[in-house]
């Protein structure tokens, strides 16, 4: 799985970050091929692995970091975000107010 964590890190200077970001990328590439042959990330269902990375990935927006560079990545969030499930998720997720 991609490890985004040290991108929630503002203090981090950006040279650490591009690092960060590269090793991120490198780990992109690697789920876009496989996504490329398969609708799925394991196996021939929707799992809590796809969960997972859906939720990791639409954290992508918040760093700028665009998933269309990877198109295989791009249509799979995209598949898995119209799912009624994933919808009904998201629509409670909004309607939860922030923790403080």
């Known amino acids: 799985m991609p490890r985004s964590s040290p991108l929630f890190n503002r203090a981090l200077p950006e040279e650490a970050l591009v690092i960060f970001r590269d090793r991120l990328f490198r780990r992109f590439d690697f789920i876009a ?7 799925y990330l394991v196996g021939d269902g929707f799992t809590v692995a796809d969960a997972y990375l859906f939720t990791v990935l639409g954290w992508m927006k918040g760093f700028s970091i665009d998933l269309d560079r990877w198109p295989a990545t791009a249509r799979y969030m995209r598949r898995i975000g119209g799912r009624a499930s994933v919808q009904s998720a998201l629509a409670r997720q909004a309607e939860t107010p922030p923790v403080e």
Do not use: I
């Open 33 to 39: 091929v496989n996504l490329a042959s398969r609708d």
